[in-house]
């Protein structure tokens, strides 16, 4: 809509008179003061920003690149809060948790936090996408082919045997807290193994290592993103295909994982008190290769979170500057 004539030449002189006062008052000023920005609403200041940390490296990864925009870019002060899955979304209930930056489902925590006692709110998606499954290391697909139809896997028991499995074939997970249906499956498939758990993805990891380095027998759970998968191309298993709703029941299922959009979730509150960290955490997105070169920067090279993030943002610019909220 045009302004009319009166309005616009009156909207000239109010810039020209603010012109001139401006210059008045810059010869005033010493030459180190800074320049006072124009009217208009004001800007919130960043203040705490407290981060969920979550056990495997690609989260750490998450964090190392939101953690230090977060400080650089917005001079936001970050806490970094190493807890499982579950503490991490009583924590947005609490308020000691302002933001999980990777969230793989969990569609019951998000109908108790989101929907029901409403202290939570998504913040959209991370760009990744997830993949959970059962693993072998290559040389065992390439020895064994029909290993890769999990029909076979019974015939493998024997040879997966270890004196931590009970007797039967060793099923090897990582990090007790994650969230697994394994044994479950195990069960339900009537599959001849026992979970055994390495006890962290750093030891789930180094399993799978040393299994294709001296070519020794490993099943395992395994994901992706993970950086190890840019280094030995782990064989998936694909198990009976998932179909919506078809583990519902930790006791009767026996599908397949379900594949993931993995998302950001953020206490309500600080969501809604308009810090710049919310738009930001909204905007952050990337994809699986970017993840996993960070992840591998950390854990390979043995960079530290701020090294490792710097490394990554000074070679992406172009992405990360689209994440920073708007001026």
């Not at 407290?50 to 190392?64: C, D, E, K, L, S």
């Not at 020895?143 to 890769?148: G, L, N, Q």
């Amino acid at each position: 809509m045009r302004a009319p004539i009166i309005g616009r030449a009156a909207g000239r002189l109010r810039v020209a008179v603010a012109a001139l006062t401006v210059l008045a008052l810059a010869g005033c000023a010493s030459s180190s003061a800074a320049l006072i920005a124009p009217p208009g609403v004001p800007k919130i200041p960043c203040g705490n920003v407290t981060i969920a940390v979550n056990p495997w490296v690609g989260y750490a990864a998450n964090v190392a690149v939101v953690s230090y925009l977060l400080k650089q870019e917005l001079g936001c002060k970050v806490v970094e809060k190493d807890l499982t899955e579950t503490q991490s979304w009583e924590g947005l209930a609490s308020g000691g948790v302002d933001v999980i930056l990777e969230n793989w489902g969990h569609d019951d925590l998000k109908k108790k936090y989101i929907d029901d006692a409403q202290v939570a709110v998504e913040l959209g998606l991370t760009g990744n996408k997830g993949v959970i499954g059962w693993y072998v290391p290559p040389w065992m697909a390439k020895t064994y082919p029909d290993i890769r139809n999990w029909k076979n896997l019974n015939e493998y028991a024997a040879m997966m045997k270890t004196p931590k499995s009970g007797g039967k074939g060793q099923f090897l997970a990582g990090d007790p807290t994650f969230v697994t249906n394994d044994a479950a499956l195990l069960k339900n498939l009537k599959l001849d193994y026992n979970v055994v758990y390495a006890g962290s993805e750093d030891k789930l990891i180094a399993a799978f290592r040393k299994a294709e380095a001296d070519q020794t027998p490993l099943i395992g759970y395994f994901y992706e993103p993970q950086w190890l998968l840019s280094e030995i191309k782990l064989v998936h298993i694909p198990l009976p295909l998932y179909r919506p709703g078809c583990d519902a029941s930790p006791k009767t299922v026996a599908c397949d994982y379900q594949p993931y959009d993995l998302d950001k979730i953020g206490r309500k509150q600080f969501v809604d008190s308009g810090t710049p960290a919310a738009e930001l955490i909204k905007n952050f997105s990337w994809t699986n290769d970017d993840q996993n070169s960070v992840a591998r920067d950390l854990t390979v090279r043995k960079l530290s979170r701020d090294q490792a993030a710097k490394r990554w943002l000074d070679a992406n610019q172009d992405i990360w500057e689209k994440w920073l909220p708007k001026k």
